[in-house]
T-cell receptor, first 116, second 113 residues
Framework: GAGVSQSPSNKVTEKGKDVELRCDPISGHTALYWYRQRLGQGLEFLIYFQGNSAPDKSGLPSDRFSAERTGESVSTLTIQRTQQEDSAVYLC??????????????FGNGTRLTVT | AQSVTQPDIHITVSEGASLELRCNYSYGATPYLFWYVQSPGQGLQLLLKYFSGDTLVQGIKGFEAEFKRSQSSFNLRKPSVHWSDAAEYFCAVNTGTASKLTFGTGTRLQVTL
């Protein structure tokens, strides 16, 4: 199993609840991204981790969203007090930073979040 | 900041016809360019990439793309489309440093028989 793994694959939650989404990147990949894809839409950048550098959080839509990454391994995306507009597929991707460029992204299959 | 524009939201072609999907980027230097495909119910898969060198790059599934610096474009082409090519196609760019990958809004390809 060398791919990017995301869990859960599907999550249904009630409005106002908190949810936590998990991403296991490919071993050795230093870069990790979270994207959001609403139904029929493109990929919306959320956050980017690169090694030990400070993450690029410029895409997080509100302070209800946060993400953490432990070293160069697992990442969790947390959405607090979920709203219906948070319903989307949340995609995680990882890549290897060579020191001069990032290798192409490898995507997980996503977590489909439905807020009722 | 880098940006990517895919001007066509939806394209329909007949099976066997040729295909060109447009992608324009905005960045001062030569970027690193990618095309990804997302088939229905599937994750994103890399079709091809351009880092440097030959401006015509070949990818999987018979796709190719040409980098044109003068037009800031990286259009995706296929000589003869198959019904299985129906999918969403995303162009993406990064600057080659430790920066985030920026995606276009995607072009949905429909193939008629």
């Amino acid at each position: 199993g060398a791919g990017v793994s995301q869990s859960p694959s599907n999550k249904v939650t009630e409005k106002g609840k908190d949810v936590e989404l998990r991403c296991d990147p490919i071993s050795g990949h230093t870069a990790l991204y979270w994207y959001r894809q609403r139904l029929g839409q493109g990929l919306e950048f959320l956050i980017y981790f690169q090694g030990n550098s400070a993450p690029d959080k410029s895409g997080l839509p509100s302070d209800r969203f946060s993400a953490e990454r432990t070293g160069e391994s697992v990442s969790t995306l947390t959405i607090q007090r979920t709203q219906q507009e948070d319903s989307a597929v949340y995609l995680c991707a990882s890549s290897l930073y060579t020191g001069s460029y990032n290798s192409p992204l490898h995507f997980g299959n996503g977590t489909r979040l439905t807020v009722t | 900041a880098q940006s990517v524009t895919q001007p066509d939201i939806h394209i329909t072609v007949s099976e066997g016809a040729s295909l060109e999907l447009r992608c324009n980027y905005s960045y001062g230097a030569t970027p690193y360019l990618f095309w990804y495909v997302q088939s229905p119910g599937q994750g994103l898969q890399l079709l091809l990439k351009y880092f440097s060198g030959d401006t015509l790059v070949q990818g999987i599934k018979g796709f190719e793309a040409e980098f044109k610096r003068s037009q800031s474009s990286f259009n995706l082409r296929k000589p003869s489309v198959h019904w299985s090519d129906a999918a969403e196609y995303f162009c993406a760019v990064n600057t080659g440093t430790a920066s985030k990958l920026t995606f276009g809004t995607g072009t949905r390809l429909q193939v008629t028989l």
